[in-house]
């Protein structure tokens, strides 16, 4: 098993061989690399040498390579030898660790110090703590005295093993690291600075949640017997904030509103004005100035499978930030207020998603992944437990942002928030099978009103607007409300069974509450 190109051939190094072991299963020679600036030292089970081989003759000849004994301690030296010879098979040994088995004479004065290949880690480096001379791998016993020898044996041996290649100059390397070396000992011991880099990449979670953080903040309100927390939107610099209004009516009477901001400072606020139709408020911080405001987008471009993140309280727990995809567009969503109450219904067509959303997130940001706002959070549909508690299963509910910003624009300037009609009264459509929604029939036509002006009549069946199906009356309702009044829209409706399409201005209700 000799090279013609290893310079170490003539007189091939014998390194120690393992000890006699009783079983098989410490035949690991596993490499554990120490701590930077710590001492490497034996870890492994203590191995014995095997018997070194016979001098070469004495003869004027040319020189050739030869290696002292490495328990020693001896560097490699220069020899004369008279011919190459081929050392017998019985003589040799591996140059790696834990291929041969051969046994040490028992007379071998170092045979209780001798080190294996395995350096040992450094003090405390095991998980349950332990000196530096403890076992680096099971089943292995502690290192004896000796280290002087040992540490000596070692570097001999690495420096021949570098003769047969990689593997040599690595565990040289390993061998006599210190703290003014470049290579990496430890991970606790190098930070990579990539890894903490403040650019974060475009388009990820993490840059969106860095750069919309700052402007979410947590709310917590208390009134009569109820208190609860929602989440918010920042919308100016002197604390103007967006959220839902069952988040905040049950402060509505002499009840205590408090913001948490992201940077852990709490400040009282008070509602600006609510919008019980859109679920929507506007409450304002006391005492504010340089805050962050949110990006504001558009969501009338929005894409199913379009990728958007959540960031709230979710249970409390304030900046929680989850992600999900656009799961449908318009969806027709109807809720009551924070009290069930039926009266103060909501119907609005929602951006529907399954990032994480909980009782909690209420009024807090959709984002895209750009970190632009493209709805508000608001309802979710969920499978409740026996004790009452809900939580998400991926059906989640948002006020699309367009409706949000008008909304917001009216209670900020101290309006009744005007809605848009169509003037009509609409039922379920049923097919030919009795339970098949199949759109929103008119009942009734308001006199004047902008159905009336546009023709329309009871019994039409609505079945679209602006290309949007309408399958159900509810579905009618929330996609008008998502208009301004005096926009116009695009009616498909059918009558005596013919499809039939007319423009429609819309009409408002005046800005009423109800």
Known sequence: MTDSNDPFAANPYTPPTDRERKGTDDTDDTVVQPHEGDAATASQAPVADAPPPPPPPAAPASSASGAADPAAGEPTVEV?????????????????????????????????????????????????????????????????????????????????????????????????????????????????????????????????????????????????????????????????????????????????????????????????????????????????????????????????????????????????????????????VSSSNASGQEQTRTTFPAVQTDAAINPGNSGGPLVDLKGRVIAINSAIKSATTSSGEAGSIGLGFAIPIDLAKSVAKQLIAGKKVAHAQIGVTVDNALGEDGITSTGAQIKEVTPDGAGAKAGLKPGDVITAVNDTLIPSSEALVAAVRGYSPGEKIDVTYTRDGKKNEVEVTLGSDGGTAE
């Open 80 to 332: 004369p030898a008279q011919q190459e010879t081929t050392p017998p098979a019985e003589d040799y040994t591996h140059r790696y660790p834990g291929t041969g088995e051969q046994q040490a004479p028992m007379d071998d004065p170092y045979r209780q110090d001798e080190p294996t290949v395995a350096f040992a880690t450094s003090p405390g480096a095991g998980y349950g703590g332990g000196s530096g001379d403890g076992p680096a791998t099971g089943g292995s016993t502690p290192a004896r005295p000796g280290r002087g020898r040992m540490a000596a044996a070692g570097l001999a041996f690495l420096v021949l093993a570098a003769g047969a290649g990689y593997g040599g100059a690595w565990a040289f390397d390993q061998q006599n690291d210190d703290s003014s070396s470049s290579g990496v000992v430890s991970s606790l011991d190098d930070s990579d600075d990539d890894a903490t880099q403040a650019s974060l990449p475009a388009g990820t979670v993490e840059q969106v949640a860095a750069k919309v953080l700052p402007s979410v903040v947590q709310i917590n309100v208390r009134g009569g017997q109820e208190s609860g927390s929602g989440t918010g939107v920042i919308l100016s610099q002197d604390g103007e904030i967006l959220t839902n209004n069952h988040v905040v009516e049950v402060a509505g009477d002499g009840g205590t509103i408090t913001v948490a901001f992201s940077d852990g400072s709490n400040a009282k606020a008070a509602i600006v004005g609510t919008d019980p139709k859109t679920d929507l408020a506007v409450i304002k911080a006391e005492g504010q100035s340089g805050l962050s405001p949110a990006t504001l987008g558009s969501s009338a471009d929005l894409r199913v499978g379009q990728e958007v993140i959540a960031i709230g309280s979710p249970f409390g727990l304030e900046s929680t930030v989850t992600q999900g995809i656009i799961s449908a567009l318009n969806r027709p």
